[in-house]
T-cell receptor, first 113, second 115 residues
Framework: DAKTTQPTSMDCAEGRAANLPCNHS???????VYWYRQIHSQGPQYIIH???NNETNEMASLIITEDRKSSTLILPHATLRDTAVYYC??????????????FGTGTRLKVLA | GAVVSQHPSRVICKSGTSVKIECRSL??????MFWYRQFPKQSLMLMAT?????????EQGVEKDKFLINHASLTLSTLTVTSAHPEDSSFYIC???????????FGQGTRLTVV
């Protein structure tokens, strides 16, 4: 399974952009990059995903490098409610033919007032 | 978005007893459900993947006789922790996806404490 590497923690000032990097150098050609976040003691919340192209939705933007070995999640205007653990995940194909989501260690983002 | 609900949200049980956790997809049919375990300040660890009507596929190192998973219908999967011990105390989270989905939807988690 492709593994992801993220910084353990980051701080970001409220109102500024938060840029969260992720390395996934062993990713296969057809594996997607997903981002989820987890606020304390809750289930993970989907943020965004992508394959090759950069993606944007109402929550965030995802920038994937051309060689697909790394990506960056961008929260354009961080708020205090964005304080959470952010997980970069490579969705892997399971032996059963379905997909499985393998979580890395995540980045603990703290948004500061 | 699709909603996945877990029950109970918290459970305390005595050592040696079994406890069942339910995971339901409320407004969609889940062809695949996943069970994770999370210890404090750690990431989610995938325990098993289950497809409706077939046996679960367990990740390496997860005891299938201890963590019984049943996915009897397209809206319900259960995880039974058998003969629970204090070291089984953890946050258990399920997620579900349907065929063709581009994301998995997660439940709110169940905090199990074995005393």
């Amino acid at each position: 399974d492709a593994k992801t590497t993220q910084p353990t923690s980051m701080d970001c000032a409220e109102g500024r952009a938060a840029n969260l990097p992720c390395n996934h150098s062993t990713i296969s050609g057809n594996e997607y990059v997903y981002w989820y976040r987890q606020i304390h003691s809750q289930g993970p919340q989907y943020i965004i995903h992508g394959l090759k192209n950069n993606e944007t939705n109402e929550m965030a933007s995802l920038i994937i490098t051309e060689d697909r070995k790394s990506s960056t999640l961008i929260l354009p205007h961080a708020t205090l409610r964005d304080t959470a653990v952010y997980y970069c995940i490579v969705r892997a194909r399971a032996t059963s033919g379905t997909y499985k989501y393998i979580f890395g260690t995540g980045t603990r983002l703290k948004v500061l007032a | 978005g699709a909603v996945v609900s877990q029950h109970p949200s918290r459970v305390i049980c005595k050592s040696g007893t079994s406890v069942k956790i339910e995971c339901r997809s409320l407004d969609f049919q889940a062809t695949t459900m996943f069970w994770y375990r999370q210890f404090p300040k750690q990431s989610l660890m995938l325990m098993a993947t289950s497809n409706e009507g077939s046996k679960a596929t367990y990740e390496q190192g997860v005891e299938k006789d201890k963590f019984l998973i049943n996915h009897a219908s397209l809206t319900l999967s259960t995880l039974t922790v058998t003969s629970a011990h204090p070291e089984d105390s953890s946050f258990y989270i399920c997620s579900a996806s349907r065929q063709g989905d581009t994301e998995a939807f997660f439940g709110q988690g169940t905090r199990l404490t074995v005393v």
